[in-house]
T-cell receptor, first 116, second 118 residues
């Protein structure tokens, strides 16, 4: 069945350094890849996303890259700050087979700690 | 808009009791997702409704769990009887109809209900 793997499961970086989180997906029909950030005790919130017809997207300190051939996508955070500390979830989305409804598969999450 | 609303925010109950979690979608959204989050299993999709119809309930753990969408803006998740292993944070999320979504498939999560079954 569909699966999204995410690495690493935990990541610690010094403030100001970069952080990279990598995900792989199994379903080649996936065409939309959102990233969610969940701060401690809070709800997951969308921070950036990418469609399958785009290889890279950037929003200030956050960027996402997609390699459809390899079925890899990655989140890059530059100049990390303590407020970036959170759990980050990647996800892959595609339509349920034979329908126009969309299925979203979440990765297991990466706990990022930014050390001041 | 207040966003997705969930109630209660915290629920502590004893094993065997019935638990009902509630969710109000964002106005205009037509897709509703119930998730369960635990340290061990992460974020698990329990059930997905589209236009009040269950599309995917393959994640519902067993017959003790049931979900309904009595109207376009409201859903309930019921656990009867509850067990200690049901302790988790339960999120609901909603999204716009695909043809109206400025960002494809973005899910907007509610604040969650933290359930503790003793």
């Amino acid at each position: 069945g569909e699966n999204v793997e995410q690495h690493p499961s935990t990541l610690s970086v010094q403030e100001g350094d970069s952080a990279v989180i990598k995900c792989t997906y199994s379903d080649s029909a996936s065409n939309y890849f959102p990233w969610y950030k969940q701060e401690l005790g809070k709800r997951p919130q969308l921070i950036i996303d990418i469609r399958s017809n785009v290889g890279e997207k950037k929003d200030q300190r956050i960027a996402v890259t997609l390699n459809k051939t390899a079925k890899h996508f990655s989140l890059h955070i530059t100049e990390t700050q303590p407020e970036d500390s959170a759990v980050y979830f990647c996800a892959a989305s595609r339509a349920y087979r034979g329908t126009s409804y969309d299925k979203v598969i979440f990765g297991p999450g990466t706990s990022l700690s930014v050390i001041p | 808009d207040a966003g997705v609303i969930q109630s209660p925010r915290h629920e502590v109950t004893e094993m065997g009791q019935e638990v009902t979690l509630r969710c109000k979608l964002i106005s205009g959204h037509n897709s509703l997702f119930w998730y369960r989050q635990t340290m061990m299993r992460g974020l698990e999709l329990l059930i997905y409704f589209n236009n009040n119809v269950p599309i995917d309930d393959s994640g519902m753990p067993e017959d003790r769990f049931s979900a309904k969408m009595p109207n376009a803006s409201f859903s309930t998740l019921k656990i009867q009887p509850s067990e200690p292993r049901d302790s988790a944070v339960y999120f609901c999320a909603s999204s716009l109809p695909r043809e109206r979504a400025p960002i494809m498939n973005t899910q907007y999560f509610g604040p969650g209900t933290r359930l503790t079954v003793l």
